[in-house]
């Protein structure tokens, strides 16, 4: 059976906290709740109105400037100059779509391709991670002609029906689809084991039989390598292998979700599935790609996909359009020129670093601090031999971080996990705002 | 049963017509070939090969112009300099999530939610048409409890998995839902009935009984109102409400889908669900919603929503980011300050009136010419009294236009329908470009 949580609700306003607010935010909060849907979810007890970006930084409506510490959309930084005269320029000359031949699409199509390995060689564009996780679940179901998707625990994959019903991470209100199993994503604090990745191989070959079991045919083995919404675990480089190769031995695919690792995030490789030197038959990205623009793609080999594009049309009408191609095209020229891979493995190794040293001088509440490049988790426990979550006081520290301006959120089943992800330029001379931010904030804190 | 159709692989490029084509344009489509999938389609025998675009007019890379007739999406004009400014004046300040409070989001809301009936008093924001699509359906069948969903049997609603399913349109290599049940759409040109109000309102009564023999609970009724993909049959105004009140009476919901009709493309109304005096129940809106940019919505009633929305988070990382909301601002904009609506009103007379002329002369080839505002069907037959669809000649017709650079395509079960939806620019001094073209090709072609 798959196991469900209520992590989505976390770090999220609500009403009780109304009194918290300045009189134009506690106006905005009642505009919203008046136009939009009860399912739109806000952070913080008490929300940020945010009116510029640039680089790492953001600044709200009084002025005051935050350091971005949590979003990977802006990836190469917010209102980043080159993308946005990459997409003006594009939208002044043409916006249409894939009906229509264009060079810019197949020069793109030919430079990311390049980024991965030589098996990995077709491309499809959407707008969304969602839209790209939906369609590779489809072909990866036409292909083995199963239906079976195991995910990890606590996984996100999206918002449309199907994918929905592959992420645990949105909640009991949410059900999985029947033939949907779950995983324990791979815990090295936790479990403690040097045999955590036969360990884990071993879960998902008791998934498949499971599933076998109940007559559903295994079709995809469907998850983020870094296991973002599962509590940042990087692993160590390789560690997924032996899993994989399982997958591929019950006749599965392996769909390597890349809306969160992808795109030089992870310092050690561009894609997070090279960190673990594995060949997908399936990628699929989204946040990053273009820096804001709303673009995602399915990236695969070429028989995995003819199983369903040879039978089926497939037009998604923004997908790969001219101006979403060109900020994707500016997000890699970006990442070259400031050679932002480079970046994120310097700094975010100097990050970690500084990081671990204030778990040391706050050794009753951090238990762990783990990470890739510019992705880290930050584990808060209510004591270091118990290892207990202290869910409550993630989320009390998110709330002074706030107030040292200092924007982040949580991940996990349980909540306790800062997920530290800022844009790329992050730059070493940050590291020190929000480590003293923490060690105020766990001081104010008592702990 | 839902019966299925191969419609979307009408006008389509195919390996067969290389030989047609210049060298550029042959290297394009190899380099396609081997980069994209295979589910992709090039419109024409002869793919046009786009580089810039102006209001009404696209440009290939050889200097040649076009008028297009056919697209939808840069619907206030391609390359419009109002909402290229707008997306590019936001995208220089700040382009992030829902999480964050901001002002546009809220001020969007309010300005588009006034041009529908009071009930319809809540808004949530996606990326593409198929997300808002998926979002509905997910959302009336919670409200409604039921599964059943009933579309026309040429219906397109959209990619994803779920909407895929309901998505004939698609071909035989689509499975549709279980829970899917297809109607006719109403076609007065075919039909003949003065009675076809409630004809069709008692093919969906049939269809929702024929669901509850199977088990299944009615949910909703998904349409487009102008059905397009079906052949464009706008009707007379008002004559959707017997239908509705059938889907109301039996406890489902109406989803009206405005990717197509919706932002005053019909003239005589904003959305299409207007023109019929209907107040829906969720109202879905996508492609020219933006101009391009990825923007799409669902407008609901709030008790509708709050089924879903108060059980489940959703969130859609790009969906009603202040850069997407900005050209949905500036659409808006366009449309009042260009009088667009009234335009497409006056213009779309004009051209109803050209094209019925069109008709008159060729009166062996043109069985129907009906429309209302700048979204008109132009119906080929093979000979006026049995009505016998041309496909054959609509496809003949296509390429001889596009060699007379007007760009349009076809709909309908039968393929044998122009569609013709230019952008809304489109002016009286472009209606004899297009009837001369057809009149010749029409001449040409022996009819």
Redesign the interface.
Known sequence: MATRSTI??TNSYRDEFVDLLPPQ?KE??Q??S??????????YRK???????RGQY?WDAEGNQYLDVY?N??SVG??H?V??EA??RQ?????????????A??DY??RI?ATMPAAI????Y??????AN??A??VAQRYTGGQGVIVTREAYHG????T?GLSPA??A??EMLPTARTVAAPDPYRSGSAELAQQFAATIQAQIDDLAEEGVKFAAFLADSIFSSDGVFPNHPGMLAAAIDVVHRNGGVFIADEVQPGFARTGEAFWGFARHNLVPDLVTT??PMG?????SA?F?KKDV??A????????????G?P??IAAAQAVLDVIETERLQEHAQEVGTEFLTALRQVGVAHPSAVGDVRGAGLFIGFELVTDPESKTPDKALALDLLEELRERRVLTSVAGPFGNVLKLRPPLPFAAADISWVCEALDISLTVLGR
């Open positions: 989505m609700d935010e905005l909060i505009r919203r008046q136009l939009l849907g009860s399912a739109y979810r806000l952070f929300p940020v109105h945010l009116v510029r970006g953001l979003n959309v802006a917010h209102a100059p993308v946005v997409v003006s939208l002044r000359q043409l916006n249409t779509h894939t009906r229509y031949l264009h060079e699409i197949l199509s030919e391709l060689d077709t491309a499809m959407m707008c969304t991670g969602s839209e939906d369609l679940v489809r918002t449309s029906a199907l929905s949105l909640g209100g949410q989204g946040k820096n804001g623009m709303p673009i399915l695969a996909l003819a369903f594009g040879d039978h089926i049309p497939y037009f998604n009408t923004f997908g359009n101006v979403s």
